[in-house]
């Protein structure tokens, strides 16, 4: 089933920057946003497609949905009931891909016609496809959760591949793939990363400095792996060639629960603090070692938990557990 409304309003702030004690210099986030027009649905984990709308997920009401900001329109697809759908993905051929977190599937959505073929994966080993990602060879890659498990589903052989990790309660949960198209994930349930290669299917397992950090989400720049630990405030950097970790003290600390990650083209990196009423958009300058950048979520966000950059904007797109699809305008 298909439902089109148009947002009624849209709520806009500017934030100055809140530099590190020792800069002179402020940057403005434009950061701005949009209610969702069905209440509590859990909007999430948005991508963006080459005419520009914006394609999201309902966790809790099993929908698939787009957004087109030159109108402010929002469109729906109803999926089955139970579908738990955990993020979305628009592909370089322009499909539309979702996990069916709940109900142990990937899920390609027709918008034409709003029609969903459902790909199966292996209950005993992937009933809970979490997040996607594609890589240049138009295979999308994805984790599972409470699986503990790394997959990659070929869309022309119609081949699963999966690769289990080392321990019980894992939880590979945030991935990026790096220009060679080895995956990069995040072991949320552990203080590790680790790595699937893209020719040889092995995996390997990094672990990080300290024992109690948990990475949740990551992005990746050519400076290498960054993450964010959820438990205790760390922004972390491995880096691949030497093996070897940096990590930053994140503004909010033991209350930051850093959740969603993602760069920019300028090869900053962009976090939420999502222990911080309202959330925190944070932005950081590898280049000198600076949170240069720092606005709250106007609506509050609840918990802003992924995100993605469009280059073709400037702007980083997000939803909120507030129920809102989010807009932060980055400087460049």
Known sequence: MRKMITAAASILAVFPALAQENEAATTEIEIREWQVPWENTRPRDPDVAADGRVWFVGQAGDYVAVFDPEDDSFERFDLAGGAGPHNVIVTDDQEIWYSGNKAAHLGRLDPDGGNVHKLPTPEDEAADPHTLIEDSQGRIWFTVQWGNRIGRYDRE????????????????????LDENDNAWVALFGTNKLARVDAESFELTEIELPRDDARPRRLAYTQRGVFYGDYAKGYLGRYDPESGTFTEWRMPGGDESGAYAVAADDQGHIWFVETWQDPNRFVGFDPEDETFFAMGEVPSGGGTVRHMVFDPETGSIWFGTDTNYLGQAVVPR
């Open 157 to 176: 052989t119609g081949e699963i591949e999966l690769v289990a990790v080392s321990q019980p309660r894992s939880r590979p949960y945030g991935i990026k």
